[in-house]
Structure formats: structure tokens, C-alpha cells
């Protein structure tokens, strides 16, 4: 794919620029869950995002260029926290490529330019999160230099973190002449663009998740391309009481509840509710539960989409031809109540082996695809949680706007 930008500047992929015998700066996504391993040690618990990068990573190596990675993780204050140190997943990216990676714990001076300097072609070295740089966040110009003076080319291919405008990710294509957009930020930015330029129809979107406020900008975008717009999760229940049916004691965010009836007012005919609920006496997965139709009873909570509901999105996700989601159905991190999430990513599988094309993205909603299973029937899904809703709102993404050339 090669990508030109409405003016008259260009992006160049992997396969246009010269990489061997270079330096190549490559920013990837590898803000991974990590967790105590049996030694007691950190290790990596979900290594999804590491996988991704690796067909940018190999096309820099087989090419013969020296690779430097480096990579935010978790949020640490602007300075070095053991416990958020990229070492563990330095170790599980040496056990995916099969070979050395160099892992350098400095900031950007001596001890790293000397490991640049007598890695062979095809080396990978990785350098420590970078917001354990004051600098990282602050998009520090500083910072960006001393990365970039370690460059002959800057890759980005951190879809996920391309919606911040931080040294690593923006800052510093500006200090280095010869920039590429990797191989997934590629894939993730084509995925998207067919999804909102050409999506085959009828085109659906689902909704849910904890808060309305976090989405109000990509319910608004997404209703001007959808034929259907289905909601669950907390969700529902802000559009509910904004349409002054009653919710029992569900979240609901109350100062959304005027926006919630103004867009449901102008998209009647696209935005379809939960006809029936699981609802339960307490937050908490042993509370007594039940199935509640229309209104939630007093003093109950709604924490899944009900039945009746699960078969009517079903039929109507089993007709359309694109489908994108974003937000669990429910609180589909208990058992009793992710019934509806898992069977709308099992409705997805069914819907992509029919041909349609179907896109998942959020942290959430993408950790609750991998639980249920059906992951690897789905089309695509997207390393980038806030970055693909930015991208769907229709914002520029600042990541993508320094790489252009
Ligand atoms: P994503 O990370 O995929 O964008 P969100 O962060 O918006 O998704 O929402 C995920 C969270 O929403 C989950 O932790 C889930 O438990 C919660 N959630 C879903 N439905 C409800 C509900 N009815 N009540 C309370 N929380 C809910
Ligand atoms: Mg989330």
C-alpha cells in the first residue's frame, strides 16, 4: 500500500525506503499486561501486541538494517520504576524472534550509541520505556534530538500510542530525514479506512463498555455511516434514563443525560437499546441475579444484555456485511454476567465467515474477544484502543501526520 495524504506530502512504507546497513529507530506498541511469573520475576501476560510488531521488526533484520526499538509501558512519572522496566518483554520478543535482542537500561548516551555502533546488520537492540523520560510525555524537543541522533531512519509502527503527540512517537520525526510507517500501523490505518470510506452494507456498529462520555465523539462519527447502531453495556443505561425509562441502580452518568437524548432523538431510526437485561442485586458476581425485560426493577443493577436481546443483535450482526465494535456488552470479567459480550464475539466469527468484515478494538473488548475464544475467526483486531476510536471520531492522528514527508 502506499499512502498519499489529501496535500500533496507522502508517506513511505517498509518497502520504500533503503534499509540496509542503516539505523533504524523503530517505535512499537509494546504496552503489554505483565504479571509475577513462578521465580517471582515480571513477565509478559499477553504478548499480542509484541506478535504484531514482528513483521515490521523482520522486514527491518532480513533487509539487513540494525533495529533500535523502543516503546512506552504503563505510566510511569517521568522517571525509571522497576516494576514498568520494558526488560521482560525484551526477553519474550528474543523468545518470538528466535534471536538476540540487546536490551539497554541507559538513557540515550554513551553506553547506547556504543551498542548501536557494534551491532551487525540485523541486530535488535531495545532501549527502556521512554516515559521514564521526563521528556517522553512532555514531547520535549531535547529528547527527540537525542533519539533521532541514534537514527539513519525512524519507522513508527505504534498504531496504538499514534494519538499522542510524544517525543518518541512524533517529536522526533522531525529530526530524522528519512521516515516509514511499519507494517501494522499500515494494515490498522487500511483496515480503518475501508471501514469508513467503503464498507460494504448493511454496516453495524456495537457499542458498550463503561462510559458513554469516553464515546460521545465516535457515536456521533459512527452514526453518520452505520445502518444500525446497536448499544450494551453501562451504556444503555445513560441512553435509558435519558429516555426517562426506569434503571434501577445501574451507572449511569447523569451529566450525559441531555447529549444521550439529543443523539438518540436525531438517530431513532439507527440506535437500537437492550430489550432485556441481567440484573442483580450487587456489583459483584455471587449476588442474586435475574433476567429483567424492558426496566430495570428497583434497587437492581443492569450488568449484561439479556437473551431476548442476545438473539435480536445476533440476526441483525448475522446480516450486515461490515461490522466494528468497541465495549463489552456486560461486566464480562464475572461469569455471570459476560454471557452477552462473548456471544456478540461469537455472532462476529459467524458474521466474518460469511464474508463480512469485522473489527474489534479496545482494551477491553479485545482482551474479552482473546477470553472467548472466537478471536481468530474475527477480521481484524485492532492493537489500538483510543487511537482507532480517535481515527473513527475522524481526528488527525499526530503520529501519522509527523511521518509525512
Ligand atoms: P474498551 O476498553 O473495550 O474500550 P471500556 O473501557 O469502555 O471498553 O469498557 C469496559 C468495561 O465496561 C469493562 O470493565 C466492563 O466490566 C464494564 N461494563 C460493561 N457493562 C457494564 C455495566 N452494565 N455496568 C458496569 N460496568 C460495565
Ligand atoms: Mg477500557
Redesign the pocket.
Known sequence: MSITTETESHIFTLDEVELKGKRVLVRVDFNVPLEAGEDGRQRVADDMRIRAALPTIRAVTEAGGRVILMSHLGRPRGEPDPALSLAPVADRLEELLEDRVRFVSNDVGRVVRETVESMPEGGVLMLENTRFQPGEKRNSEALAEDLASLADVYVNDAFGASHRAHASTTGVAGHVKVKAIGRLFERELSTLHTLLEQPAQPFTAVL????VS??IGVIEALLERVDRLLI??????TFMKALERPVGA??VEDDLLDEARTIYERAEDKIILPRDHVVAED?DNDAPHRIAEGEIPRGM????IGPATIGEYRKILLDSQTIVW?????????SN?SKG?FAIAEALAEASDGGAMTVV????????VNRSGYADRISHISTG??AM?AFLEGKALPALEALQS
Not at 301 to 304: A, E, K, T, Y
Request: glycine share 26%; aromatic share 10%; with cysteine.
Open positions: 458498550g463498555g463503561a462510559k469516553d464515546k450494551g453495556g453501562a451504556m444503555s443505561y445501574s451507572r456489583f443493577m443492569g450488568l449484561d468497541n465495549g463489552p456488552m456486560g461486566v464480562f470479567e464475572m454476567f459480550t478494538g479496545g482494551g477491553d473488548s479485545v482482551a474479552a484502543g483510543c476510536l
